[in-house]
């Protein structure tokens, strides 16, 4: 098993940054691939960027396209999300995910591992 660890998030004003972090626990993940998703009140789950370990690979969301930065530090097992000029559409709980098949996807099915989610409120 793999456990994920999001750490975090908090209560921000619209322009400002947070810095998110998960760290990752468990067996070895060997073809990792991990993302981050979010899911504002209301509404579903979203995909908002992805990181591949072998090759550093990386997607974002077009709605964080810019304004976010995904990056892994591999001897810690831990991957972040720098948020910057937040905006309030951009409130939601926080998902760290990975999967263990190098499969780099913007679904939530394609990811076996979740973290419990962390908080980010971006206030007007």
């Known amino acids: 098993q793999v456990q994920l660890v999001e750490s975090g998030g908090g209560l921000v004003q619209a322009g400002g940054s947070l810095r998110l972090s998960c760290a990752a626990s468990?067996?070895?993940?060997?073809?990792?691939?991990m993302a981050w998703f979010r899911r504002a009140p209301g509404k579903e789950r979203e995909f908002v960027a992805v990181?591949?370990?072998?090759?550093?690979?990386?997607y974002y969301s077009d709605s964080v396209k810019g304004r976010f930065t995904i990056s892994r530090d591999n001897a810690k097992n831990m991957v972040f999300l720098q948020m910057n000029s937040l905006k309030p559409e951009d409130t939601a709980v926080y998902y760290c995910a990975a999967n263990d098949g190098n499969v780099v996807s913007t679904t939530t099915i394609a990811y076996d591992y979740w973290g419990q989610g962390t908080q980010v409120t971006v206030s007007a």
């Open positions: 468990g067996r070895t993940l060997r073809r990792v691939v």
């Open positions: 990181i591949r370990w072998s090759d550093s690979y990386i």
